[in-house]
């Protein structure tokens, strides 16, 4: 496995200058990692290596395979050589999540998730299947914020990424308390590789549901950021660019406050604003 950025050398050209010029430059590492459950091929997501355990227990989590941590016997990271090749999957090319499930787990993997870095819903067999059942009452996190919190997290979540400070070239997921206090920070090619990897950190610590909670995303907000944040018991989440009409419905549907735009001192709140406190 590659660590989370590689060197390669690029040639440096300005419009303004006739010169060019030869430099070394980091890129963000983009990696295959398969999921595997009792030997079976569950999934393929391009991801940045790093957090791999939280990747794949929020991704099992978020696609309602478990419901607990105590649903997982053991997550092994391995190459493809120690996990067995599969020509199919292609698991010989990265990395392999090599999942066991607790003893007598009914697990019904109705499809294979074949993802990407631009999509966690791919495969899927109808618009019904997109929803995953919540587990947590949003309605019943009586969590209030002031906008002033909110206005503020984008530049703490950006003072916490190292990775995008070498690279310029990562999506990240930052969970704060409700005052605005850090409490985790992950980075990804893929927004909901982010997400998950906040959300297995938090399935494997204990702490779901993640109550009185704000949850940053660096790009917009989607129908299945949202279901994550859903899942997640997470009451707020807030983005730095638009949410999606269908994110959207949802927040309303679930009780979860969902602010997009959050940037340079305002933002749009789109569901849930009695939440959001404003400046008097």
Not at 33 to 38: C, S
Not at 59 to 83: K, M, N, T
Not at 185 to 192: A, L
Request: with cysteine.
């Amino acid at each position: 496995m590659a660590g989370r950025s590689t060197r390669r050398r690029v040639t440096r050209i300005c419009v303004d200058d006739p010169g060019v010029s030869e430099r070394a430059d980091f890129l963000a590492a983009e990696e295959p990692l398969g999921i595997r459950i009792g030997g079976q091929a569950v999934s393929l997501t391009m991801r940045t290596p790093g957090d791999d355990i939280d990747l794949t227990a929020g991704f099992l989590f978020s696609e309602g395979i478990i419901s607990s941590a105590a649903d997982i016997e053991s997550i092994r990271i391995c190459d493809g050589s120690q996990c067995g090749h599969d020509h199919e999957t292609g698991d010989a090319m990265g990395n392999v999540a090599d999942v066991t499930l607790r003893p007598g787990l009914a697990t019904e993997l109705k499809r294979n998730f074949l993802t990407s870095s631009a999509c966690g819903v791919c495969g899927k067999a109808s618009i019904a299947e997109l929803r995953v059942p919540g587990r947590f009452r949003l309605e019943e996190d009586l969590l209030q914020v002031p906008a002033g919190v909110l206005a503020g997290l984008p530049g703490s979540l950006r003072s916490a990424q190292r990775v995008f400070d070498k690279t310029g070239g990562l999506h990240a997921a930052g969970l704060f308390s409700g005052a605005g206090e850090v409490l985790a920070v992950r980075e990804d090619v893929g927004r909901h590789n982010a997400v998950d990897k906040i959300v297995g950190w938090a399935l494997r610590g204990g702490r779901l549901p993640l109550r009185g909670c704000l949850l940053l995303v660096s790009g917009r907000a989607s129908f299945e950021l949202v279901q994550k944040a859903v899942l997640a018991g997470v009451p707020v989440l807030a983005a730095v660019s638009a949410p999606s009409s269908l994110a959207a419905e949802l927040a309303d549907e679930a009780g979860l406050t969902l602010a997009g735009f959050v940037r340079g001192g305002s933002m749009n709140v789109y569901a849930g604003v009695g939440r959001v406190i404003p400046a008097r």
